[in-house]
């Protein structure tokens, strides 16, 4: 294997490769994927600077632990968390050089929940349908990483961006998500619509790459039939038969049989992926553009 590689020193819980995702399969059954907090993916790559559709890698809570093979540019955003190379403290948020044989280590997230790893010349692990992101429904793309794991790098590109400070929004201490209500709002009753759009919900540790869950007042069905399978779209708000809706994420299943009462706006999907077990979640009907 060429030294443009990475080892896998520590796994973390969660760690998976991901890039813009694999749109216009759903056809086939296979969902987008992709990193779920999209902006920060890319400014991690541009830190480093990477092209937008390089690889990176998306980490859950605790972090990873890397070994490159050769001196590579790191940067590391998403949910804050300390980054280490060889036990010194290096920046989040910024360009960091690594040589050959240190050990980056990329701590426990101090809020949110996925944090993203980009390296100069990105994750050159060999494509899927036209992207390299690890789908965890269909199981398309390369395995979550394993200790002891050697990822291959591409070449990098341009000298990497020169930045002090990056943007950056900590993530909230309320889930806000803006939803238009529909198709199938008129399976509920007006009471449990009024329900979704003014009471509080919390996210529910049960959450994953495929759907934010949620915990909180149980939505009471007008229609008691079930859906013909049908298909699901990015931020479905899917309504299971406990009552409590479920936001569709990038992992998502593209058909389903259980109502969708709404749809959230795509750009508030970015903050759903850093919402942490708990949170507070609120629903806010919006007109349709």
Same mark, same amino acid.
């Given at each position: 294997m060429s030294d443009r590689a990475l080892a896998v020193v520590r796994a973390g819980a969660l760690t998976?490769?991901? @890039?813009?995702?694999? %749109?216009?399969?759903a056809h086939l059954g296979v969902p987008r994927s992709g990193?779920? @907090?999209?902006?920060? !993916?890319?400014?991690?790559?541009?830190?480093?600077?990477?092209?937008?559709? &390089?690889? *990176?890698?998306?980490? =859950?809570?605790? +972090? /990873? &632990?890397?070994?490159?093979?050769?001196?590579?540019?790191?940067?590391?955003? +998403? !949910?804050? /968390?300390?980054?280490?190379? #060889?036990?010194?403290? &290096?920046?989040? $948020? !910024?360009?960091?050089?690594?040589?050959? +044989?240190?050990?980056? #280590?990329v701590g426990s997230a101090r809020a949110g929940l996925r944090s993203y790893v980009a390296v100069s010349g990105g994750v050159a692990v060999e494509p899927v349908l036209g992207s390299r992101s690890t789908d965890l429904l269909s199981c398309l793309g390369p395995a979550p990483l394993t200790d002891g794991a050697v990822l291959p790098l591409g070449r990098p590109g341009a000298v990497h961006a020169r930045a002090d400070v990056v943007p950056h929004s900590a993530p909230r201490a309320e889930l806000v998500l803006r939803v238009t209500l529909g198709p199938r709002d008129d399976w509920f009753t007006e009471p449990a619509v009024r329900t979704l759009t003014t009471r509080a919900y919390r996210v529910s540790s049960a959450s994953n790459r495929i759907g934010l869950r949620t915990? $909180?007042?149980?939505l009471e069905r007008a229609v008691s039939g079930e859906l013909p399978s049908e298909g699901m779209v990015l931020g479905a708000v899917q309504v299971p038969p406990d009552g409590c809706p479920v936001v569709f994420l990038a992992d998502h299943p593209?058909?389903? $049989?259980?109502?969708?009462?709404? *749809?959230?706006? +795509? =750009? @508030?999907? %970015?903050?759903?992926?850093?919402? *942490?077990?708990?949170?507070?979640v609120r629903f806010v009907a919006v007109r349709r553009r």
């Amino acid at each position: 294997m060429s030294d443009r590689a990475l080892a896998v020193v520590r796994a973390g819980a969660l760690t998976t490769v991901q @890039d813009q995702g694999r %749109p216009g399969h759903a056809h086939l059954g296979v969902p987008r994927s992709g990193a779920l @907090d999209a902006p920060a !993916a890319a400014l991690a790559n541009r830190l480093v600077a990477n092209p937008p559709e &390089a690889a *990176v890698l998306e980490t =859950t809570l605790n +972090g /990873c &632990a890397l070994r490159p093979r050769s001196t590579v540019t790191v940067a590391v955003t +998403g !949910a804050p /968390c300390p980054v280490t190379v #060889d036990g010194r403290p &290096a920046p989040w $948020g !910024a360009p960091v050089r690594v040589l050959a +044989g240190t050990l980056l #280590d990329v701590g426990s997230a101090r809020a949110g929940l996925r944090s993203y790893v980009a390296v100069s010349g990105g994750v050159a692990v060999e494509p899927v349908l036209g992207s390299r992101s690890t789908d965890l429904l269909s199981c398309l793309g390369p395995a979550p990483l394993t200790d002891g794991a050697v990822l291959p790098l591409g070449r990098p590109g341009a000298v990497h961006a020169r930045a002090d400070v990056v943007p950056h929004s900590a993530p909230r201490a309320e889930l806000v998500l803006r939803v238009t209500l529909g198709p199938r709002d008129d399976w509920f009753t007006e009471p449990a619509v009024r329900t979704l759009t003014t009471r509080a919900y919390r996210v529910s540790s049960a959450s994953n790459r495929i759907g934010l869950r949620t915990e $909180g007042p149980s939505l009471e069905r007008a229609v008691s039939g079930e859906l013909p399978s049908e298909g699901m779209v990015l931020g479905a708000v899917q309504v299971p038969p406990d009552g409590c809706p479920v936001v569709f994420l990038a992992d998502h299943p593209t058909t389903g $049989g259980y109502p969708v009462i709404a *749809v959230v706006r +795509g =750009t @508030d999907l %970015p903050a759903a992926a850093q919402a *942490v077990p708990g949170t507070p979640v609120r629903f806010v009907a919006v007109r349709r553009r």
